[in-house]
T-cell receptor
Framework: DGGITQSPKYLFRKEGQNVTLSCEQNLNHDAMYWYRQDPGQGLRLIYYSQIVNDFQKGDIAEGYSVSREKKESFPLTVTSAQKNPTAFYLC???????????FGEGSRLTVL | GESVGLHLPTLSVQEGDNSIINCAYSNSASDYFIWYKQESGKGPQFIIDIRSNMDKRQGQRVTVLLNKTVKHLSLQIAATQPGDSAVYFCAETASGGSYIPTFGRGTSLIVHP
């Protein structure tokens, strides 16, 4: 089936540890995005990539890093520099830069 | 501040009523708008979209209205059902460039049986 797969769905991390969230898609979409969602809040853009081997910072990139070595994959690393990493993380894709976004099911990260 | 916002963070309705969720945007360059539905613990899903050359678009039980004069967008859900309970987001974007969709805070729709 075509779609976007995020893993893990739930993740617990100790303070000071880096963690990587996976996002894989088989929709053949060029653009991929990472959003952060806090309770009662909208979606805030962390990073996006419109093409392989290129990515751009979003509104809240500090403390996060990404790579886009393959069209299908856009992993997000939450580093120890991120002061408040507990949140729901959503990966999305689109055909182009400004089209409809298709979302994964999300990864919930909790820092203990 | 955010360029896209919602007037009502929570909307409670009875099953069978019509629901109206509002959204304001501030970027005059935005020409493509999308409504998403997010159920608890899941990713948002596309409901309906509208381009700026239209002022109304209808889907199945949903209608989106766009008023470019006052930069206002609304989502109307007819005969609201318990399964419609979710958070609804509007997003704005602009074609022809690298303007990434911007999301509002969301409105939580609660449908009482």
């Amino acid at each position: 089936d075509g779609g976007i797969t995020q893993s893990p769905k739930y993740l617990f991390r100790k303070e000071g540890q880096n963690v990587t969230l996976s996002c894989e898609q088989n929709l053949n979409h060029d653009a991929m995005y990472w959003y952060r969602q806090d309770p009662g809040q909208g979606l805030r853009l962390i990073y996006y990539s419109q093409i392989v081997n290129d990515f751009q910072k979003g509104d809240i990139a500090e403390g996060y890093s990404v790579s886009r070595e393959k069209k299908e994959s856009f992993p997000l690393t939450v580093t120890s520099a991120q002061k408040n990493p507990t949140a729901f993380y959503l990966c999305a894709t689109s055909w182009g830069a400004t089209g409809e976004l298709f979302f994964g099911e999300g990864s919930r990260l909790t820092v203990l | 501040g955010e360029s896209v916002g919602l007037h009502l963070p929570t909307l409670s309705v009875q099953e069978g009523d019509n629901s109206i969720i509002n959204c304001a945007y501030s970027n005059s360059a935005s020409d493509y708008f999308i409504w998403y539905k997010q159920e608890s613990g899941k990713g948002p899903q596309f409901i309906i979209d509208i381009r700026s050359n239209m002022d109304k678009r209808q889907g199945q039980r949903v209608t989106v209205l766009l008023n470019k004069t006052v930069k206002h967008l609304s989502l109307q859900i007819a005969a609201t059902q318990p399964g419609d309970s979710a958070v609804y987001f509007c997003a704005e974007t602009a074609s022809g460039g690298s303007y990434i969709p911007t999301f509002g805070r969301g409105t939580s729709l609660i449908v009482h049986p």
